[in-house]
């Protein structure tokens, strides 16, 4: 049975900062995803990741993949307000998302 | 952009009521899902549906039941609310190895 884990629950960062996500999974996974939520809104997909040593990059935000460690990692670089949100990565497997517990960022000045 | 949607947006019931929450979408994928979020907590899966005439339980147990007469539409309705009932509805659909959200419905059981 796939179980995805994520740390920190919590982050709190200042503006500028770089800080890294963790999302660790305990069996296999054909595909890795993040995603944002916003209090109060749905999910909005950031990244699948599909292969080891994937690596994929939008603005402030990259994401990676390591299938052999089961570890995916969500890098932030120099944090800004804007990015305050929960960040969620989920698991594939047999059709299904499996979901972590979810990293609730604030980014203050 | 995803077009997947949900009705309604925010529900008050009674105790006791029954109520359909409906999902919509037009990519004709096959796969849909629905799952229940607690604010800020991670989601659950309660049921998915692989195609017409296909429901299946997710992993949460829930008191609710799903239908999929067509591709596009796939309800969830609660036979009798209560307020454990309470939290937001989120339903997606899947395809092109993407998984797509609807804005959710967040429901609330007095």
């Known amino acids: 049975e796939l179980k995805v884990e994520q740390n920190p629950l919590f982050l709190s960062m200042q503006e500028g900062k770089n800080y890294t996500i963790y999302c660790n999974y305990s069996t296999t996974s054909d595909r890795l995803y993040w995603y944002r939520q916003d209090p109060g809104k749905s999910l909005e997909s950031l990244f699948v990741l599909l292969s080891n040593g994937a690596v994929k990059q939008e603005g402030r935000l990259m994401a990676s993949l390591d299938t052999k460690a089961r570890l995916s990692t969500l890098h932030i670089t120099a944090a800004v307000h804007d990015l305050s949100a929960t960040y969620f990565c989920?698991?594939?497997?047999?059709?299904?998302?499996?979901f972590g517990t979810g990293t609730r960022l604030q980014v203050f000045p | 952009e995803a077009d997947i949607y949900q009705t309604p947006r925010y529900l008050v019931i009674g105790t006791g009521k029954k109520i359909t929450l409906e999902c919509s979408q037009t990519m004709g994928h096959d796969k849909m899902y629905w799952y229940q979020q607690d604010p800020g907590m991670e989601l659950h899966l309660i049921h998915y549906?692989?195609?017409?005439?296909?429901?299946e339980k997710g992993d949460l147990s829930s008191e609710s039941t799903v239908s999929r007469i067509r591709t596009e539409h796939f309800p969830l309705t609660l036979e009798s609310a209560r307020p454990s009932h309470t939290s937001q509805y989120l339903c997606a659909s899947s395809g092109g190895g993407q998984q797509y959200f609807g804005p959710g419905t967040r429901l609330t059981v007095t």
């Open positions: 989920a698991g594939h497997n047999t059709d299904k998302l499996i």
């Open positions: 549906s692989y195609g017409v005439n296909s429901t």
